[in-house]
């Protein structure tokens, strides 16, 4: 499909699934406008030259899902202080998967904590992943922003709660499922700027014109049934801090 739009010489193509599907963009052409919604920092990906000089045929969105691992992991210790070791999938087929799953190993290490990394590259390997976190009695599990686990959110909501594992999630999409909570910026006004960006390409402005936008309001959503389920007791600072409490 990319290489058939490129072929018909489209005025924009928008990229909204990840990494690696700007990278393709980039890769396919130099001359059509490429606006992209990425997790990962753009610069080291080699999307764009910098974010306020983006520079070449590319701009767009980074959620800046990768650095904020650290933080989910104290959110994470916030719910359960007794917290002494950090999951997350890694798919390693994902740029943004892996980088985050280093990041997020990093942190663990740094609070005196323990990491695991489990690969999951195919929907398949749910299952067997929570089985092995329960067997491991691993504390909890950091789901990431990778396209594979987006389009499996009902599944792995429903395995979070059949293995009794606490996740946070990086997008409120989860909570909303029925998982327990999610710390990020909005992908639903991330999504509008950067179709806002796609009107004034459109309009004539250069991409290399547009700087990337970065999130600059993060949002914590908490699940209390979810919580309930898995006999977990909130913890007041957590839900002073929460930005949504679902009932």
């Known amino acids: 499909m990319l290489l058939d739009m490129v072929r018909r010489r489209v005025s924009v193509i928008v990229t909204l699934f990840g990494t690696r599907n700007a990278v393709f963009a980039k890769e396919a052409t130099s001359a059509i406008p490429i606006v992209f919604y990425v997790g990962t920092d753009p610069v080291e990906a080699g999307l764009v030259a910098s974010l306020n000089r983006p520079g070449g045929n590319l701009t767009g969105a980074t959620d800046l899902a990768v650095e904020l691992g650290p933080k989910r992991i104290e959110l994470l210790r916030e719910l359960l202080p007794n917290l002494t070791t950090v999951a997350t999938f890694v798919n390693t087929a994902s740029p943004a998967s892996v980088a985050l799953g280093q990041e997020v190993e990093v942190a663990t290490k740094h609070l005196g904590m323990n990491f695991q990394a489990i690969n999951v590259t195919v929907q398949s390997d749910f299952e067997s992943a929570f089985d092995g976190l329960r067997r491991n009695r691993v504390g909890s599990l950091l789901v990431s ?74 949002e914590l959503v908490i699940n209390r049934k979810a919580a309930q389920a898995l006999q977990l007791t909130l913890p007041s600072s957590l839900l002073v801090f929460a930005d949504e409490i679902i009932e």
């Open 145 to 218: 922003g990778d396209f594979l686990y987006s389009s499996s959110r009902d599944l792995i909501v429903s395995l979070a709660v059949d293995y009794h594992i606490p996740v946070i999630y990086y997008s409120r999409e989860y909570v909303d499922a029925g998982g327990l909570m999610s710390y990020g910026p909005s992908a639903k006004a991330l999504s509008r700027q950067v179709g806002s960006y796609v009107g004034q390409i459109l309009k004539g402005t250069k991409p290399s014109d547009l700087r990337v936008i970065q999130p600059t309001v993060f």
